[in-house]
């Protein structure tokens, strides 16, 4: 064999081994049901100072996507909670819990299958001391659970390999992905390449939902749900992870609906001690 036919055929197990890094990493084909132009969507903020930075900047760096309008703004809402909202997304943080897991995103959607809600906890019980409070911590974790929430799934699962340089790719370092690549901004081009015959976000409803009167409760058709903290709230269990540990869950909602979560968790925690209790 020649030593131009040994090249070549290295030069092509090269490209096989940069595949997935290349291929598709939408989240099966949940989007944001849109009639025309970019996808208007309103990102409410319930974050405490620690969080201010990392998902003000994650927001920054998603709304750089040519097919996302987003409207930032500060929310009310009860954080512990964190419950959808119609049409729009809610970012909240809070102590959570010892539960595994260091973010969360959940969607729901119609029973079309388009996203009609998106919600991102972060989990301040990891985030307050120890291995993850660091703000390259924070920033992958804030990035990659809002970008869930458009309908992105992660580019890599391998904690262990080199970095892609994007938040959506799992790893045992953030120091490198800390923000979205231009391989995230072609996914959501190719995601939102055409245009639906009614829109699911909505960028003028009131967004403080989390605040809850007694004697006057929020409209139900507003008030999605708070996504749970636990597996057991979370439903059945569809995709693991490079781990072996359920990342991604489903439930089915009345009306045909469903809401789907899609879990960070912690390195340390194994698949033996993620309970549905």
Known sequence: MTLARI?????LAAGLIAVPA????SWGSYHWANSSGPVDLTINVSVTSQWTSSVSTAISDWQKSSNL????QDSTANRKRCS??????LVC???????GWLGIASITTDSRGHIKSGTTKLNDTYFASGTYNTPAWRALVACQEIGHDFGLAHQDENFGNPNLGTC???????????HPNQHDYDQLAAIYNHFDTYSTSSAA????FGIRDLRNPRPAAEDLGDPGDSPADWGRSVHDDAKGRPDV??????GGGRRITHVFWTLEVKRSEIHHD
């Open 7 to 11: 090249g070549g055929l290295a030069a």
């Open 93 to 99: 943080n809070e102590a959570y819990g010892p539960r």
């Open 168 to 178: 959506m790719d799992y790893t045992s370092n953030p120091s490198t992905n800390q």
């Open 249 to 254: 869950f489903v439930m089915d909602l009345p």
């Open 205 to 208: 409803v009131a967004t403080n």
């Open 69 to 72: 309008a987003l409207t930032p």
């Open 84 to 89: 959808a909202i119609s049409g729009q997304i």
């Open 22 to 25: 290349l291929a598709s990493h």
